[in-house]
T-cell receptor, first 114, second 115 residues
Framework: SQQGEEDPQALSIQEGENATMNCSYK?????LQWYRQNSGRGLVHLIL?????REKHSGRLRVTLDTSKKSSSLLITASRAADTASYFC??????????????FGQGTILTVHP | GAGVSQSPSNKVTEKGKDVELRCDPI?????LYWYRQRLGQGLEFLIY????????KSGLPSDRFSAERTGESVSTLTIQRTQQEDSAVYLC?????????????FGEGSRLTVL
C-alpha cells in the first residue's frame, strides 16, 4: 500500500527560521494531505494539495507538489515555538484518491527553539 | 459531539486480559479508521470502515485484534489476550462521504499500557 516517507526524521531550528520537510511517495496520486501532531495527541489536517496544483499556501504554510518526482514539501515560514510538533504527509492509497485507506509514514519531528 | 470521541483515554491492563476501545465518530461521517502509534513511532494503519462496505482489515497485526462498527456510528476495537507489545496509543479518525478534501478528523486517542 501507498505510504509517504518524510525527510528529515527530525529537524531542530530557532524561532523565526523557516522549516522545510519533504515527502516522497511511490504511486500516482491525485492529491496529497499534510497533517500535524502535537505530542501525544490526535492529528490535525493542515492542507491538501491536488495533482494539478504545484504550490499552495495557507497562512505561514507553503506546500509544493512535484508529481513527476513523486514528492511534496511543506515549508513553514517564520517558525514559532508553538510549531513544535510532528508532521506527516499522507498520499492516498488505491485509486489515487483520498476516499479510501490512508496511511502515514514516520513523520518529521520539528523542534523550534525560542 | 463536535469531534471524534475516544474512550477510555487511558487504559492500564495486565498481560493476557482483553480490552475494548471505543470510538464515536463525527455524526454523519461514513468512513472510520483505526491506527496504532507506538511510542516515538509513526501511525500504523489497522482497519478502515466505509459505509456498509466490507471493512479493509489489512492492517490488523494478528487475529487477537478485531473491530466492529454498527452502521455509520460507534466502532469498537477489541484486543484479546493483550501482550506488552500492544502498548501504544490507538487513534481513531472519521471522514465525511465525498468530502472534497478527504480530510480525516482524529480523536485524541486511547493510550493502552499492558503490564
Amino acid at each position: 500500500s501507498q505510504q509517504g516517507e518524510e525527510d528529515p526524521q527530525a529537524l531542530s531550528i530557532q524561532e523565526g527560521e523557516n522549516a522545510t520537510m519533504n515527502c516522497s511517495y511511490k504511486t500516482s496520486i491525485n492529491n496529497l494531505q499534510w497533517y500535524r501532531q502535537n505530542s501525544g495527541r490526535g492529528l490535525v489536517h493542515l492542507i491538501l494539495i491536488r495533482s494539478n496544483e504545484r504550490e499552495k499556501h495557507s497562512g505561514r504554510l507553503r506546500v509544493t507538489l512535484d508529481t513527476s518526482k513523486k514528492s511534496s514539501s511543506l515549508l513553514i515560514t517564520a517558525s514559532r515555538a508553538a510549531d513544535t510538533a510532528s508532521y506527516f504527509c499522507a498520499p492516498p492509497d488505491a485509486g489515487g484518491t483520498s476516499y479510501g485507506k490512508l496511511t502515514f509514514g514516520q513523520g518529521t519531528i520539528l523542534t523550534v527553539h525560542p | 459531539g463536535a469531534g471524534v470521541s475516544q474512550s477510555p483515554s487511558n487504559k492500564v491492563t495486565e498481560k493476557g486480559k482483553d480490552v475494548e476501545l471505543r470510538c464515536d465518530p463525527i455524526s454523519g461521517h461514513t468512513a472510520l479508521y483505526w491506527y496504532r502509534q507506538r511510542l516515538g513511532q509513526g501511525l500504523e494503519f489497522l482497519i478502515y470502515f466505509q459505509g456498509n462496505s466490507a471493512p479493509d482489515k489489512s492492517g490488523l497485526p494478528s487475529d487477537r485484534f478485531s473491530a466492529e462498527r454498527t452502521g455509520e456510528s460507534v466502532s469498537t476495537l477489541t484486543i484479546q489476550r493483550t501482550q506488552q507489545e500492544d502498548s501504544a496509543v490507538y487513534l481513531c479518525a472519521s471522514r465525511a462521504q465525498g468530502a472534497s478534501t478527504g480530510e480525516l478528523f482524529f480523536g485524541e486517542g486511547s493510550r493502552l499500557t499492558v503490564l
